[in-house]
């Protein structure tokens, strides 16, 4: 009686689960049209509700027994979901890499899939159905162990590529935002990894089951986790992906790969040299650079970008993140933090100071969030704020 009200449940949760993401993804298709990383979206949220209501449906004896050719039109479809998600990963990004780019041989194991199981529709619907019963009682062909195994090496190695998108696009980031808390998608990347994390799960239960090991007690595990994942994947991406509709944002966002690719091209100080900017004309502009930042004080501003200095200093974006590069070793990033630390440090050495709390002595200086600030200051001093505050003051 209670594993049926658990199994119930859990039916239940699934269905609510694929209803749900099929109103998203006919949101993401309509509403939000217009920014085409939310189509990329909008396809991964559909096919994960397909899977998931197609499984649910597999599992009915009845239809099993009378239906078993229309229960394999959706067969395959978790070869989309690592193309589609590194896809997307690789559009919000504004990435470069060629492979994370969207090409149709990203979708050719979905297509050799469905090739090979053609055959499944010229079989007798008492044959197939016997393959259901197999497959229920653990027991699968090999050649379905063997495609489940191919599927998870896949969409791990997917998940992999997207996260080494995640490293590419931090140090891009870094060379034009002095504050990262909008752009630095930590919500994607932690749904990455959630998503690597259920692949694992599958590559191991395909590994077991290759071996011999009867996994079909945990044949809920898979699509629950599924449904988990669009319900969160599907309203944090979607709430997210709008600050990347600002036309401002995404701008910088190009900018700041132009620039990464500008410093990957320019490895050293000879190559630096045919940019025009001369040894000399880079030491005056860096002294001018230093002067401002000194008096000036831009760096209090929570939001400033490289764009902002540039303007401000009337020197190109291009020209000062070579200054940064090639006279300091820097990216903007370390370089505007480097004086909100110093800053927050001067103050938490003066007692005149004392009334003021550690978050808004961080706020003052230019910081945006306590998180962003407790981690960079620690990077900084290996200190936290509170222990340098007591330190100098001891």
Partial sequence: M????????????????AIQGIFLAILLFTKYRAFRANIYLGFLI???????FSFMISNVKSLQQ???HWLMIFS????LFGPLHLIY?????????KFARFHWYHFLPFILYKLFYLQVFFMSV??????????EQNARPLHIAISGLILAVIGVGYMIIALVVFRRYSAKIKNIYASLDKVNLYWLRFFTYTAMFVWSVVLLESLLTISGVDTHRYFLVVPLLTSIFVYATGYIGLYKTEIFEQVEVRNNLKQAHEIQARRSLLQNEKKYEKSGLSEE?????????????????????SNLTLNDLSEKLEISSHNLSEI???????????????????????????????????LSIAFDAGFNSKSGFNAIFKRYTNLTPSQYRQRVRA
């Fill in 2 to 17: 209670e594993t049926g009200i658990s199994i119930d449940l859990i039916g239940l949760l699934l269905l609510l689960g």
């Fill in 46 to 52: 559909l096919f994960y509700s397909l899977f998931i």
């Fill in 66 to 68: 009378q239906y078993p």
């Fill in 76 to 79: 395959g479809l978790p070869f």
């Fill in 89 to 97: 990963v690789a559009e919000l990004t504004d990435t470069h890499l």
């Fill in 126 to 135: 008492e044959e197939l159905a016997a393959i259901f019963r197999q497959i």
């Fill in 281 to 301: 004309k880079a030491s005056d502009m860096l002294k001018k650079l230093q002067q401002f930042m000194s008096e000036g004080k831009p760096y209090l501003n």
């Fill in 324 to 358: 940064l590069n090639t006279q300091l070793n820097q990216n903007f990033f370390d370089f505007v933090n480097q004086y909100r630390i110093d800053e927050v440090k001067k103050n938490l050495a003066d007692q005149k100071m004392d009334h003021l709390t550690l």
